[in-house]
């Protein structure tokens, strides 16, 4: 039986500005994507429907079924493709990134499943017809489709490749339970009405793309920003005794990863990395932690 397996890459945002909200009900944003070595692992082989197993650390704790957006995914593409027959799919994860974590693990496993569907089924879609399935199934998953580092803008959804000059060394720290990302949104919203203060449009400054070029861990600490960390913070107040943590053990900088609530620490070296995540792993301040590297692509 052929068997076709993508693995895609854990993402966190290094700065994210997010703008006020537009007509549609969504935020403009500008951020930078930063893939991460922390993989979730789609394979797909042939079937009659489309269905989905879930495997690894965090299996059980994803939707499964028609609620699982790598199989909104693989029927997404399959109604683009309007083949004479609908093509199936039997997927398979093994889940190694935390759900509702911040990392966009179930914009990864959509992307996997687009990646291992059109292979699967010969379609030899181009990346840019890829893309455009993968818009309309979530802000995140175009980018999951890449890898590597990008800043994104509107919701997300467009992307510029950005070139890092080397590895950057990170650890995630894990919390216990998750958070919704509309709900951290709709936290932001109102954080930001009990201030009457304008909202500018979002933007990258220069100079963190800048401090990528170079690989200047240093420089970047000073640059992670993220809009959402004040709501993420609000609904999980716990968070800031990890942010605390990690900067009394030395990190250079933590910032809650998207809507969290992973948080994310930049390290100088591979051995600071290490240190830095065990000495987190003991503070109980987390439910674990890992050290990662970015930017990372997608595996084979």
Known sequence: MLQVIARVPAKINLLLAVGPVRPDGFHELATVFHAVSLYDEVTGSSDDGVSVTLGGPYGTRAPDGDENLAVLAARALARRARPARPPGVRLGIHKEIPVASGLAGGSADAAGALLVCNQLWGLRLSDARLAIVAASLGSDVPFSLTGGTAVGTGRGERLRPVPVGGPLHWVLA??????????????????????????????????????????????????????????????????????????????????????????????????????????LAESGTCAGAVAVVGPAPLGT
């Open 174 to 279: 894990f919390a216990d339970g998750e958070l919704s990302t509309p709900q951290v949104y709709r936290r932001l919203d109102e954080l930001r009405a009990e201030r009457s203060a304008p909202v500018p449009p979002p933007a990258v400054p220069d100079d963190v793309l800048a401090a990528l070029a170079a690989v200047d861990a240093p420089a970047l600490a000073g640059l992670l920003h993220n809009d959402l960390q004040e709501a993420a913070l609000a609904l999980r107040p716990s968070l800031s005794d990890t942010l605390r943590a990690g900067d009394e053990l030395g990190a250079l900088a933590g910032l809650v990863s998207g809507s969290g609530p992973t948080c994310a620490f930049l390290a100088r070296d591979d051995a600071h990395a290490a240190a830095l995540a065990s000495g």
